[in-house]
């Protein structure tokens, strides 16, 4: 009982310190870090109430999309963004996930690639592996360069 107490205040401090990162960061107000195999999100350390239809969202008005109900959120950066990935050739997405359970064999992204609205093409990848409450980056490429963004089609945990 008491080390499982001693695990959860780490996996605490842990969800803190990256929130604090965030916060850093300037990913704004709106970013979460989730606490794992609990069932309240940290925002910026302060926990808010409940999970699953709440959480989900609590996180879609903060600009993330469902991964999985109540445990896995994903977004794309603004091309902007400093966090973003800097495409080698073609054009780019980052989509930025976060897990409360994580997925120790990282996350598989297919995603369509828009021009106008109208799909032209799809690429895919995987992301790191993801601890949890950790947060990821998946950086998702176009190397012919005919998109203008792009719309997740397929987002799941490839194990634990």
């Keep these: 009982m008491e080390q499982q107490s001693s695990e959860r205040k780490t996996n605490r401090i842990i969800v803190i310190v ?5 916060a850093v960061a300037g990913i704004g107000a709106a970013a979460y870090a989730l606490s794992p195999k609990d069932d309240r999100p940290i925002k910026y350390g302060t926990p808010t109430p409940d999970a699953g239809g709440d959480l989900d969202r609590e996180m879609a ?20 963004d400093a966090s973003a990935a800097k495409c080698d050739f073609g054009s780019c997405a980052t989509l930025e996930i976060q897990s409360r359970d994580g997925c120790a064999k990282g996350f598989y992204v297919k995603a369509d690639v828009l021009r106008d609205g109208t799909a032209v093409a799809w690429t895919n990848g995987t992301s790191p592996s ?26 799941r945990c490839m194990g634990s």
């Excluded at 008005?61 to 902007?80: C, I």
């Design 61 to 80: 008005a903060s600009g993330w999309s469902v991964g999985k109900s109540g445990d896995t959120y994903y977004r794309f950066l603004a091309p902007d």
């Design 130 to 155: 993801a601890r949890g409450g950790e947060l990821v980056r998946l950086k998702l490429s176009d190397p012919s360069g005919d998109g203008n963004s792009m719309r997740v089609s397929e987002f």
């Design 18 to 22: 990256i929130a604090a990162m965030l």
